[in-house]
């Protein structure tokens, strides 16, 4: 079953444009990471934020964590053509295993 | 390119049969992951292998088995497949099993189910 929701389900842009996209969830979890999708390829991670962290960067990117509210929110700036992709956040278990619960995704789709 | 490899990329059969995906980790990596990407389902992880020992299990059919060799290599057997087994499998890998680690996703393997 998934355990992350993703909002929106899809998101058009322009370039240059900033892209947000939110992910919540509903057990407690040890971290929460991104993944990109190019159409029908696999997956690359993207950022990976702990639950002791409230916010991380990476380039462009920019994760928040909410724990109590079980959010996450991910911020694309300044988008390019070349970040269209779905986008994928997924929960690691408190257990401290390392497998993965994959939310439905968002499809970003950054026009020129 | 993540270093994970998959063949084939692409399978077509016909319902009732079984087939064999298999999967390359990166070089190091002892944690090989299985995962089924499909339209309704979306993205489900299968199983876990770690150093040739299953090391969790998710929402893997009884009709699905897998293994891991010595060398780390691992193959997903699908069998007495079905119409709604077609789907995109793919194997993921990491160097160790903890809830840091980073999963390097392969390509994948495009199942079609006639």
Not at chain 1, 5 to 29: F, H, R, V
Not at chain 1, 77 to 103: E, I, K, M, N, W
Not at chain 2, 6 to 30: F, M
């Amino acid at each position: 079953s998934q355990q992350g929701e993703e909002d929106p389900q899809a998101l058009s842009i322009q370039e240059g444009e900033n892209a947000t996209m939110n992910c919540s969830y509903k057990t407690s979890i040890n971290n929460l990471q991104w993944y990109r999708q190019n159409s029908g390829r696999g997956l690359v991670h993207l950022i990976l934020i702990r639950s002791n962290e409230r916010e991380k960067h990476s380039g462009r990117l920019r994760v928040t964590l909410d724990t109590s509210k079980k959010s996450s929110s991910l911020l694309i700036t300044a988008s390019r053509a070349a970040d269209t992709a779905s986008y994928f956040c997924a929960t690691a278990p408190t257990s401290g295993y390392s497998t993965l619960t994959f939310g439905k995704g968002t499809m970003l789709l950054v026009s020129p | 390119d993540s270093g994970v490899t998959q063949t084939p990329k692409h399978l077509i059969t016909a319902t009732g049969q079984r087939v064999t995906l298999r999967c390359s980790p990166r070089s190091g990596d002892l944690s090989v992951y299985w995962y089924q990407q499909s339209l309704d389902q979306g993205l489900q992880f299968l199983i876990q292998y770690y150093n040739g020992e299953e090391r969790a299990k998710g929402n893997i059919l009884e009709r699905f088995s897998a293994q891991q060799f010595p060398d780390l290599h691992s193959e997903l057997n699908l069998s007495s497949l079905e119409l709604g087994d077609s789907a995109l499998y793919f194997c993921a890998s990491s160097v160790g099993s903890g809830s840091l680690v980073t999963q390097y996703f392969g390509p994948g393997t495009r199942l079609t189910v006639l």
